[in-house]
C-alpha cells in the first residue's frame, strides 16, 4: 500500500523531472545563445519539417514581420535554409541547416543527460520494476490525452 496518494507521489516525480530536464535545457539554451522562440522554431522544423515564415508566426503567437526578423538571424547564424519556391519567388521555405539539425540534436541530449546518472543509481532490477510502470503510465496519458 502506497504511503502517499499515487497522485502525490506523480506529482512529486513530474516537478523533479521537470525542473532538472528544464534547468539543463536552459543552461544549453544559454551556452548557445538562443531565445525561447528560436528554440520553439527550431524544435518545429525538427519534428515537423520544413514549413514557411508565416507558420513559425503563428506557432509562436508573433507577427509574421517579428517571425521574419528572427528567421532572418538565424539564417545567418547558419542554423536555417530558406529556398523559395519554383513557383512562387515570394514564397519562401524553411529548413533547418545541417548546422540547426545538430544544435537540435544536442539540445535533445542535454535534456536527457541527467536520465543516465538517474539511471546509474538504480539497479537493474528496479530499473525493470520502474520501466514497467511508466510504460503503463505512458498508455493510460495517452489514453486520456486522446479523449479529449
Not at 34 to 47: G, I, K, T
Not at 117 to 142: G, Y
Request: aromatic letters at 6%; hydrophobic letters at 40%.
Amino acid at each position: 500500500m502506497l504511503v502517499k496518494p499515487f497522485s502525490d507521489v506523480l506529482y512529486e516525480w513530474a516537478e523533479v523531472f521537470m525542473h532538472r530536464s528544464i534547468r539543463d535545457f536552459r543552461r544549453f539554451m544559454e551556452e548557445n545563445e538562443l531565445s525561447p522562440s528560436q528554440v520553439n522554431a527550431l524544435m518545429r522544423l525538427h519534428y515537423g519539417g520544413q514549413c514557411g515564415v508565416s507558420e513559425i508566426a503563428g506557432n509562436l503567437g508573433i507577427t509574421n514581420a517579428a517571425a521574419s526578423q528572427m528567421v532572418e538571424r538565424m539564417v545567418q547564424a547558419g542554423l536555417l535554409l530558406r529556398v523559395e519556391d519554383t513557383n512562387d519567388r515570394r514564397v519562401k521555405t524553411l529548413s533547418l541547416s545541417e548546422s540547426g539539425r545538430q544544435l537540435v540534436e544536442r539540445s535533445i541530449d542535454a535534456r536527457k543527460c541527467w536520465m543516465e546518472s538517474l539511471t546509474r543509481e538504480l539497479t537493474p532490477e528496479q530499473q525493470e520494476m520502474i520501466a514497467q510502470s511508466l510504460i503503463m503510465l505512458t498508455e493510460a496519458a495517452r489514453r486520456t490525452t486522446d479523449e479529449r
